[in-house]
């Protein structure tokens, strides 16, 4: 008997029905080879199992996140007869399990961020499946801003000025599911991981907080609170919805310009966009210096890393150097997979100019406990205050008696996370 034909979206960190290119053309290539379309999500051993400088590469927070976006995936797409399968292991193993069972007409996924994914892609190649990349996460397509793209890896700031003359931000599609389709049954049981990392769910943000943030009206004023430590609505807060591709940033993009029709245009309402133009030019230097971005001298080189105590390091990621606005930004990230974006400035600033320890200690220690972990960001911002990647200053020293002073006159931060028995969770 001849194998049923399907065609595999392969989830990566476009979490989403909506807007979502990679979703599109698999629906697309499944229409025109008139095959089923299944959604695989692959727990993959390098974000879930594997360690790096001896720590976990994602944590409880981020895990937790995860799970309960691709529950809510699932729920999703089965509203349109699509199953998601949600498997762990290497994408190349689980196809290999799917092939034995089923034809795969092809494979349709993100373009690769960073090295990893694209590593993934090419084993899924050697198997002989065909598989299609297609940008699903970024505001705008690589070939409309070849001249920004020409400048990389430059200074943010001429990237930013290329792009914001020349181009504007492709609108938000929905996808076209073409009625509904017929459901294929996954071959294996739901990985146990599923259920562990849900027992986490209480640390996790539960609804998107969007049309939350825009309806109170906070947008008009984000770029005088962007920098707080605390508060609510003195940022966004979705980098977690962005990370894990819940929500797309073209729609975020878009809805900040209605929003500017309705309530007026001002600096905070533009800065937002500006944000998000970082997170853009992350993804794109990311994609362009490949590995160079996991290297200690970076894309510059001259890194000099003069300790490697790691009695020291211990101390700075349990919040206990003794400088309390570190500790507290230490202890609430630990506790709460998040920290204000002020806050991870000093924090990599102590590790890399006071402690003098490698820098890539502080961002695998970030991609440990960030809810909101984001390869090309966390990475990139790292590289860049270490003075080894996109900054043309050649790295970022916070003063952090006077950042302190500043940002915390009245150590109403600094008492919150250094009271007398902060929760903190154990990994
Ligand atoms: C050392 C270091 C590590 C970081 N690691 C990550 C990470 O793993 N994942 C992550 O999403 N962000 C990272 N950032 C960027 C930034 O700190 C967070 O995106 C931000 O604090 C999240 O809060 P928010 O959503 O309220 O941001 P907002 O201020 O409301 O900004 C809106 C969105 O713009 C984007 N953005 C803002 N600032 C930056 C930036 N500097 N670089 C890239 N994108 C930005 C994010 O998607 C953010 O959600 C890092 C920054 C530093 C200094």
Redesign the pocket.
Known sequence: MSKRSITIWLVRDTCRVDDNPSLNLALETAGQSSTDCIALACLEPRRWEHHQFGLARTGCAWKCFRVNTLIRLRTELLKHGISLWIGAGEPSTLVGQIRERFTISAIITDLPLATEEAVENRRLQNLGVKVLTTQSDELFQAANINSALEQLPCSFTRFRKTIEKDESVVPAHPVKFSGLGSPVAQIWLDPPELYEARYFEKQCYEQPRWQQYLESGALSTYKKT?NALEGANM?????AW??HGCLSVRQVWHDTLEYEESYGVNESTYW?RF??L??EF?RWYSRLIGSILFTKTGKNGGYEVINSESVLFGNWCSGNTGVDIIDAAMRELRQTGWL??RG??LV?SHLIYEYDLDWRLGAAW?ESQ?V???VA??WG??AY?AGVGADPRGGRIFNLESQAERYDPKKTYRDRWLGPSPRIFEH
């Open positions: 962007r940022s966004s807060r979705l980098s962005l990370a937002l944000e998000l970082w997170r992350f204000s974006n991870r400035q990599a970030f960030l909101d972990f984001d960001s966390n911002n790292w205050i």
